[in-house]
């Protein structure tokens, strides 16, 4: 078997290769959005995949690595898909807004993302029985936020606040709308995004 815990001199991948492993998680994505994280048995992503579960064992090690790699390009994917949107605006506010904003479309576009997300973060567990992706897997974004936030106060555009706990209300406001769309799939998340937009602004604007 082989999987993609390899040394760098032999894991350039063909473009087969890629494509292949590309075809398997948007299968796991699709199969554990369809039928829960337990029941997306690396047999039932197979068959979803029309290969053998063989095949996917040869691209990865096992389901947790698979999962890994889910979770992992969701989250790359959405990141490619804000930065434009963030690095086109002059100002902090402006930035904060396309934040909120770029967040909440990307959610909206990547439903069936969004539910194999919810549906992996919840039920995942270490050896020790906890959550796999729990607060502290979140670090990175809450440190990207905060920094965003911070800057935003040191030139004047925003009020004096906790910058922590700012970030920590963001991204809660943020990370309950997967699991709004898992509970209903044809969600609109117009309003949504219009209320995240006015709220978080009234609370960062600095008073005169």
Do not use: W
């Not at 290769?17 to 199969?31: G, K, L, P």
């Not at 959610?107 to 992996?120: E, G, K, W």
């Amino acid at each position: 078997m082989r999987s993609e815990n390899k040394s760098s001199g032999q894991d350039r991948l063909t473009f087969i290769e890629a494509a292949r492993r590309t075809q398997i998680v948007e299968c796991a994505i699709e199969t554990i959005a369809t039928m829960g994280y337990t029941q997306a048995s690396l047999a039932q992503i197979a068959k979803r995949a029309g290969i053998s579960k063989g095949v996917i064992l040869y691209h990865f090690a096992n389901k947790e690595e698979l999962i890994e790699r889910v979770v992992t390009d969701i989250y790359i994917a959405g990141a490619c898909f804000m930065a434009p949107h963030i690095e086109a605006q002059s100002t902090m506010s402006n930035k904060l807004r396309a934040y909120l904003q770029s967040n909440v479309e990307f959610i909206s576009s990547h439903r069936t993302q969004m539910v194999a997300l919810v549906n992996i973060m919840t039920s995942v567990r270490t050896e020790q029985g906890k959550l796999r992706y729990d607060v502290t897997a979140e670090e990175p974004i809450l440190f990207a936020l905060e920094e965003l936030l911070r800057q935003g106060q040191q030139e004047g555009e925003f009020r004096m606040f906790d910058t922590r706990v700012m970030a920590v209300i963001i991204r809660r406001a943020i990370d309950a709308l997967p699991g709004l769309l898992a509970a209903d799939s044809n969600l609109d998340l117009e309003p949504y995004k219009r209320e995240l937009v006015e709220m978080f602004e009234l609370a960062t604007r600095k008073r005169a």
